[in-house]
Structure formats: C-alpha cells, structure tokens
C-alpha cells in the first residue's frame, strides 16, 4: 500500500485531534478509525493500529496526571482492576451480541446522559460524603461494566467512565477526566498488547500517528490540569454527538 506525503499530513493532524480529544474526555476512536478507513488501511490491522497507537500517546497524557497528583491512587485502582476482568469478559461475548442491539441501545442511552450532564452536578463538597465501602463498590461496578462494554464494542468507554466518576464517585471535573483516561488506559494497553503478539499493527502509518497522538495527547492532557471546567463539559457533550451520529450512521445506512 502505497501512502503519500499528503496523506501523512492528514493523519497526523486527524490523528493529533484524536489524540487530544482522547485526553480530556476520551471518544478519539471516533475520529481515528474513520481516519484509517478513509485512507485504505486493511481492515484486520485498523484495530490493532488505533490501539497501538492511542495506548502509546495516551502514555505521555497519563505520566501528567501522574505527576500533577490528580490520579487517585486508593480509588482509581478498583476501577482499573475491575475494567481488565470486565474486558476481557467482554471480549469473550462480542461474538454472540448484535451490534444493531448496541447501537440501538446507545441511541437511547446517549439522549440519558447528556441529560444528567445538563442538570447542574452539585460539587463533591455540597453531596454527602461516601463511605469508604461505598467507594470502593462504585469504583469496582463502574471499571467492570464499562470495561465490558469496551470489550464488546468499545466507542466512548473513556466518555461515559468520566461521567461516572462525576456522578457516582462525586469526583470533580479535573479528577473525574483524570482518573477516567487511566483506567480507559489500562485496558488499551492490554488490548494492545494482545494486537502486538498477533501481528495486527500497521506500522507504516502507526509510526507517524503515534507522534501525532503524543502531541495531541500532551496538549489535552495539559489543559485538563490547568483549566479543567472550561475544557472537559464541552469536549464530553462534542465525543457524546459524534457517538450518536456514529450509531445512527451504522444503524440505517450499513
């Protein structure tokens, strides 16, 4: 396959967008496996390139989290642990699962969460105070349900772990977007890894994007830490659009 500078550039802009994206709300698959398509790439490596990819990027977005001391550790590790069990259970039942039930149960669910966006969250000091037990059960049952549906089908996991941290584990919006990308992280990686060992990585284009999403993901990343509110709802209410536009498209015109 033949692959032009231009077409390069597109990628890496496409890909960068991604990539940054990704960082403050997850949902960059949205953009980044069109990108693959419309430039030709064979369909059984498409996958394992946007894995590869956005896990390698999404590694730079996680080392700043990291060190501005947003992730939390006693919380956020349940969920991680949680979403790879839930994966892979995931994984092992997209086979039997019709993606016209899940686009059709997207289109429902989409309007939902949206909705509960709009509502004015109350910040975690004005919500009463969960218990340590409480904690760690809505961490666990947020990582292994939404780590499922990463594995059955996948698009906007990142979305809707950021919205659950918000409204079940009262996080606020810089902690919640923080906290959310490593989890989403965690299971990427391990997908990625899986799609490493079977040869299913385009390299030829994944070398180029790969920077692209570490530049995308950096810049995300940095305005999540210092201008969390203004950034993080407009992003999630775009990926959330783009996830519903997605399922309408590949429910009545595929």
Same mark, same amino acid.
């Given at each position: 396959m033949e692959i032009e500078l231009w077409q390069y550039v597109i990628v890496f802009v496409l890909i960068g967008f991604a990539g940054f994206i990704d960082s403050i709300a997850? *949902?960059? *698959?949205?953009?980044? &496996?069109?990108? %693959?398509?419309?430039?030709?790439m064979p369909a059984e490596l498409i996958l394992g390139t946007n894995k590869c990819v956005s896990s390698t990027g +999404?590694?730079? +977005? &996680?080392? #700043? %989290?990291? #060190?501005? #001391?947003?992730?939390?550790?006693?919380?956020?590790? %349940?969920?991680?642990?949680a979403a790879l069990v839930g994966s892979a259970i995931g994984a092992s039942l997209s086979? %039997?699962?019709?993606? #016209?039930?899940?686009?059709?149960l997207l289109l429902i669910v989409i309007p939902i969460l949206l909705y509960l966006q709009a509502r004015k969250i109350p910040l975690p000091s004005e919500r009463l105070a969960l218990t340590r037990q409480q904690i760690i059960s809505r961490a666990i049952l947020a990582g292994f349900f939404l780590g499922g549906y990463d594995g059955i089908? *996948?698009?906007g996991t990142g979305t809707f772990l950021l919205l659950a941290f918000m409204l079940f584990l009262h996080m606020e919006t810089r902690a919640?977007?923080?906290?959310?990308?490593?989890?989403?992280? +965690?299971?990427?990686?391990s997908a990625f890894i899986y799609f490493l060992i079977q040869g299913r990585i385009f390299w030829q284009v994944a070398v180029v994007a790969v920077f692209a999403s570490i530049l995308g993901n950096w810049l995300g990343s940095g305005?999540?830490?210092?201008?969390?509110?203004?950034?993080? &709802?407009?992003?999630?209410?775009?990926?959330l659009f783009m996830l519903m536009l997605k399922c309408s498209y590949d429910l009545f015109f595929t």
């Amino acid at each position: 396959m033949e692959i032009e500078l231009w077409q390069y550039v597109i990628v890496f802009v496409l890909i960068g967008f991604a990539g940054f994206i990704d960082s403050i709300a997850g *949902g960059g *698959g949205l953009i980044s &496996v069109p990108t %693959y398509l419309a430039l030709g790439m064979p369909a059984e490596l498409i996958l394992g390139t946007n894995k590869c990819v956005s896990s390698t990027g +999404a590694t730079f +977005a &996680v080392f #700043r %989290y990291i #060190r501005s #001391r947003t992730i939390i550790w006693h919380t956020v590790i %349940y969920a991680i642990v949680a979403a790879l069990v839930g994966s892979a259970i995931g994984a092992s039942l997209s086979a %039997y699962l019709s993606k #016209r039930l899940l686009f059709t149960l997207l289109l429902i669910v989409i309007p939902i969460l949206l909705y509960l966006q709009a509502r004015k969250i109350p910040l975690p000091s004005e919500r009463l105070a969960l218990t340590r037990q409480q904690i760690i059960s809505r961490a666990i049952l947020a990582g292994f349900f939404l780590g499922g549906y990463d594995g059955i089908f *996948g698009p906007g996991t990142g979305t809707f772990l950021l919205l659950a941290f918000m409204l079940f584990l009262h996080m606020e919006t810089r902690a919640a977007s923080a906290n959310a990308r490593i989890v989403n992280y +965690a299971s990427n990686v391990s997908a990625f890894i899986y799609f490493l060992i079977q040869g299913r990585i385009f390299w030829q284009v994944a070398v180029v994007a790969v920077f692209a999403s570490i530049l995308g993901n950096w810049l995300g990343s940095g305005l999540v830490i210092n201008n969390a509110d203004k950034v993080v &709802v407009p992003i999630f209410r775009f990926v959330l659009f783009m996830l519903m536009l997605k399922c309408s498209y590949d429910l009545f015109f595929t």
